[in-house]
């Protein structure tokens, strides 16, 4: 598992095995759109602030999951302990 911080919602969530970014956000009850949950329609896209994504969604380019600067929040997942997003 790791940590979420949603930096403008003020709110921390722990991700765990099995569990979407996604679901846990939602689950704390914060809006976020999505629309095919499978990496591939970038309408779950969160900024990423600071730490390192697990990039394992298709929409993203490959410069773009280099930069590590937006995570597709649906699929992929965390190779720190903790991931800031701009949610
Ligand atoms: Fe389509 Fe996440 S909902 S990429």
């Given at each position: 598992?790791?940590?979420?911080a949603?930096?403008?919602?003020?709110?921390?969530?722990?991700?765990?095995?099995?569990?979407?970014?996604l679901?846990?956000?939602?689950?704390?009850?914060v809006?976020?759109?999505?629309?095919?949950?499978?990496?591939?329609?970038?309408?779950c896209?969160?900024?990423v602030?600071?730490g390192?994504?697990i990039?394992?969604?298709?929409?993203?380019?490959?410069?773009?999951k280099?930069?590590g600067?937006?995570?597709m929040?649906?699929?992929?997942?965390?190779?720190s302990?903790?991931l800031v997003l701009?949610l």
């Amino acid at each position: 598992s790791f940590e979420v911080a949603l930096a403008r919602s003020c709110l921390t969530v722990k991700v765990l095995a099995g569990q979407t970014i996604l679901e846990a956000v939602r689950e704390a009850g914060v809006a976020m759109p999505s629309s095919c949950e499978q990496g591939a329609c970038g309408t779950c896209l969160a900024r990423v602030i600071e730490g390192e994504p697990i990039h394992q969604d298709v929409y993203l380019n490959d410069a773009e999951k280099a930069s590590g600067e937006a995570i597709m929040t649906c699929v992929s997942r965390s190779a720190s302990p903790r991931l800031v997003l701009d949610l």
